[in-house]
């Protein structure tokens, strides 16, 4: 159910104006948006352009997937008996994650799906997030120590989080700030309605894996993640997307935007204006995530410097402080990694700019890196049309030597680590 208190403050992610509700729908004068079966209200801005996007992802992992399986099963057989029996427990935990999603999202699958394009937000982005949230309890607790200080101190209202994925967030301030109540932004709807069937107190079975494997044992892990329920007066899920928010302006007392920032299109100067627009005059805005912000635009790849010089333009006080913390640290890989991250507390909006229509007037700079990227990818695109079938490494080798000028010393070499490159950017979906 829609709280009174969240109806008040929807608006259509298009035209700004009011929703009302109308049996499980959200209504303006021009658009009509579902609310899910879960209680989940999917505010995309063009409703059913987003649903058949997201549906076509969604179809296109799942057919990619079946298909890793079958190469997995095909591989196992053919490999001694350790290795094979790596290789069914991977199967085995793919699988079953396989079967759950699919469950989850049957109603998302469309009748016909729209051509792939490639995106940073796949419908498996972020899946390790469920275990960081609820099962690597350790990862999440700086994060939760901070938010829960910083307001701790003001009185409760409206909170907004941006990018909630997976949800332990959420759960564990709403447990922690039982007045505030908490509104959770998510554009994925795996991650979303994977974390709504946890916060009504049901059991969800996933099954963690590592293709990095320090021990055979540590290949693959099954977890049964329930926890108590949350009441729709402490917390409601959105599903929607940035920049286009369906909120009024200035509806929010708080905002938090947890590792949110870092993964987005536009500029990072931008996101906190826009994301300020939605926060009140005296509201708090609250920043996690990395210390520099990664951009492949050398005067947009910003240091900590940067960042607190941005939100000082757009807040009348800001203060930071950072702390060295695992980041994704799955306990099953063989390797972990480290991250700096950046904490940050700002108050006094003094600038705030609604979601912008356009792209802007950004250039895109022809540079020598461009260059060599259309280089790069066109001998990439030009070997991978050569590669029909199943076929063995010396006979790629071949190809590259017959067809693209390899020296025979060479080819070999370079055909192992022309195919290693593909398969890692493969494994990042």
């Avoid at 017959?402 to 398969?423: C, I, K, N, P, T």
Wanted: charged share 20%.
């Amino acid at each position: 159910m829609l709280t009174e208190g969240l109806l008040e403050i929807l608006r259509c992610p298009d035209s700004g104006e009011p929703l009302t509700l109308n049996e499980n729908k959200l209504c303006s004068s021009q658009w009509e948006y579902p609310v899910l079966g879960s209680g989940v209200p999917c505010l995309y801005r063009r409703p059913e352009q987003s649903r058949l996007e997201w549906g076509s992802r969604i179809k296109h992992f799942i057919d990619l997937e079946r298909a890793h399986l079958k190469q997995l099963q095909q591989l196992a057989s053919q490999q001694a008996s350790l290795t094979r029996k790596r290789l069914l427990l991977q199967h085995e935990a793919r699988h079953k994650n396989l079967a759950q999603m699919e469950k989850m999202l049957a109603n998302w699958l469309p009748q016909k799906a729209l051509p792939n394009t490639p995106s940073s937000q796949q419908i498996y982005s972020y899946f390790q997030l469920f275990f960081r949230d609820w099962c690597w309890p350790e990862e999440l607790q700086a994060s939760v120590e901070y938010f829960v200080s910083a307001l701790a101190n003001r009185d409760p209202g409206q909170l907004l989080l941006l990018g909630s994925g997976a949800g332990g967030l959420s759960y564990q301030l709403a447990r922690e700030l039982p007045e505030w109540h908490i509104v959770s932004l998510e554009h994925n709807p795996f991650l979303a309605l994977a974390s709504q069937h946890l916060f009504q107190g049901k059991l969800l079975k996933l099954h963690d894996y590592s293709l990095y494997p320090c021990r055979l044992e540590d290949t693959a892990r099954k977890y049964q993640i329930k926890v108590p329920p949350m009441t729709d007066k402490q917390h409601q899920l959105v599903l929607a997307s940035f920049p286009h928010l369906p909120f009024a302006p200035a509806s929010f007392d708080a905002l938090i935007a947890p590792w949110f920032f870092d993964i987005l299109d536009c500029s990072f100067s931008d996101a906190v204006a826009t994301a300020s627009y939605f926060l009140k005059a005296n509201g708090r805005f609250l920043l996690s995530g990395p210390v520099n912000v990664h951009n492949p635009c050398y005067e947009l790849q910003w240091c900590r410097e940067e960042i607190e010089d941005c939100l000082q333009t757009c807040f009348e006080t800001v203060s930071c402080c950072q702390q060295r913390q695992p980041y994704l640290a799955n306990p099953l890989d063989s390797q972990q990694r480290l991250e700096t991250v950046l904490f940050a507390t700002a108050d006094g909006v003094r600038k705030a700019q609604p979601p912008a229509d356009t792209l802007g007037d950004e250039q895109i700079l022809f540079s020598p890196e461009l260059q060599q990227y259309q280089l790069r990818t066109e001998t990439v695109h030009n070997i991978l049309q050569c590669i029909d079938r199943d076929m063995s490494y010396q006979e790629l080798a071949y190809i590259l030597q017959s067809r693209f000028g390899f020296a025979d010393h060479e080819a070999g070499h370079y055909a192992r680590l022309f195919m290693a490159q593909v398969q890692s950017e493969l494994a990042k979906g």
